[in-house]
T-cell receptor, first 112, second 116 residues
Framework: KNQVEQSPQSLIILEGKNCTLQ??????????LRWYKQDTGRGPVSLTI?????NTKSNGRYTATLDADTKQSSLHITASQLSDSASYIC???????????FGTGTRLQVFP | GAGVSQSPSNKVTEKGKDVELRCDPI?????LYWYRQSLGQGLEFLIY????????KSGLPSDRFSAERTGGSVSTLTIQRTQQEDSAVYLC??????????????FGPGTRLTVT
């Protein structure tokens, strides 16, 4: 069964600190993996999109990694800011389907 | 340019009534997606259009849900005989191509549906 699991479910950090969010998936055959940021009451915004051959991709203070062998991805946030407070969603698509499989997200709260 | 727009932004309806939700994708985007997000829950994929065709409708929760897209542009999601469990935010997204590829999806602000 195609599944995407994220951890932790929620995370609280202090402004300026770094953090890493995890995503494990069982989707096969793998096509691509995306990380989205969703502010409360808003639609998700794409952070990164990674294909099988990509190991690391950065977008400003956000760096995503992908290990297609172990089917794991991480999203690292450097020097967190208050505006990073949001839900971060890992989404995986399979090559043989038109569906996206969503993780339930990690809710990040950054405090001053 | 304009982003994805959805209407209405909020809809309150009585149980048993039908509702129509509208999505206007970004001009030129061939792919369009509908998702549902219940309170405190993750995003749930509903249906995907490539042009006017929806190759896979199995994500729709029940036969009370239907969607169509006309002219490769506007899409409507219709929920018949609404139930309280249909209460959620319905999000629409569009992209230049299907998500088997790496085209970025752009989301609309969503329609918050409340069934009383």
């Amino acid at each position: 069964k195609n599944q995407v699991e994220q951890s932790p479910q929620s995370l609280i950090i202090l402004e300026g600190k770094n953090c890493t969010l995890q995503c494990n998936y069982t989707v096969s055959p793998f096509s691509n993996l995306r990380w989205y940021k969703q502010d409360t009451g808003r639609g998700p915004v794409s952070l990164t999109i990674m294909t099988f051959s990509e190991n690391t991709k950065s977008n400003g203070r956000y760096t995503a990694t992908l290990d297609a062998d172990t089917k794991q991805s991480s999203l690292h946030i450097t020097a967190s800011q208050l505006s990073d407070s949001a839900s971060y969603i890992c989404v995986v698509s399979a090559r043989n389907t038109d569906k996206l499989i969503f993780g339930t997200g990690t809710r990040l709260q950054v405090f001053p | 340019g304009a982003g994805v727009s959805q209407s209405p932004s909020n809809k309150v309806t009585e149980k048993g009534k039908d509702v129509e939700l509208r999505c206007d994708p970004i001009s030129g985007h061939t792919a369009l997606y509908w998702y549902r997000q219940s309170l405190g829950q993750g995003l749930e994929f509903l249906i995907y259009f490539q042009g006017n065709s929806a190759p896979d409708k199995s994500g729709l929760p029940s036969d009370r849900f239907s969607a169509e897209r006309t002219g490769g542009s506007v899409s409507t999601l219709t929920i018949q005989r609404t139930q309280q469990e249909d209460s959620a935010v319905y999000l629409c997204a569009s992209s230049r191509g299907g998500y088997r590829f790496t085209y970025e999806q752009y989301f609309g602000p969503g329609t918050r549906l409340t069934v009383t």
